[in-house]
């Protein structure tokens, strides 16, 4: 099934990082890969993206990434804290120039008066040191979250990190 913003999206952000001789990669939650699949879905993908870790576990994250047990356990997995070593812990694990880690809780369960259903955090990260997060929260069924949180990371990507290619 296309989806033409988030191909239109992938398309802008591949475009950037060839422009830059960049590449970028993936470290996912919430998302379970969503992001992956929208870059790969634009031909000659390779050229720009590194690698995806799908890193749905606190487990995964420690493993694959290199998020520390003590940040998990002191923040929890949807937090800022966490998301940001996700981020850092891609870029170094794929030797890529971005970054862009996601956790959240999608629903329809999980959720909390601090964290409700909808709430997802992104961090983004680059090799010459910049990052940025951001909290989000989303409106819809788990479906609907999981894809605007994947629209908004390209379109952090994007804005904040390639437009001025």
Not at 123 to 131: I, L, P, R, T, V
């Amino acid at each position: 099934m296309s989806d033409p913003e988030l191909m239109q999206l992938s398309e802008l952000v591949g475009q950037a990082l060839l422009a830059r001789g960049a590449t970028m990669t993936t470290a996912e939650s919430c998302t379970g890969g969503w992001i992956a699949k929208a870059i790969t879905d634009v031909a000659g993908s390779s050229a720009w993206f590194e690698r995806g870790f799908v890193t749905y576990s606190n487990e995964a994250k420690e493993q694959m990434i290199g998020v520390r047990g003590v940040t998990l356990e002191q923040h929890g997995a949807v937090s800022e804290p966490v998301v940001v070593e996700m981020a850092i812990g891609a870029l170094r694990a794929a030797r890529a120039t971005y970054a862009v880690s996601v956790s959240g809780i999608a629903g329809p369960d999980g959720g909390s008066a601090e964290k409700p259903v909808g709430t997802v955090w992104f961090g983004f990260a680059s090799a010459n040191g910049q990052g940025i997060t951001a909290c989000e929260r989303f409106i819809g069924d788990r479906e609907s979250v999981r894809r605007q949180a994947t629209a908004y990371a390209l379109q952090t990507l994007w804005q904040q990190f390639l437009q001025n290619t």
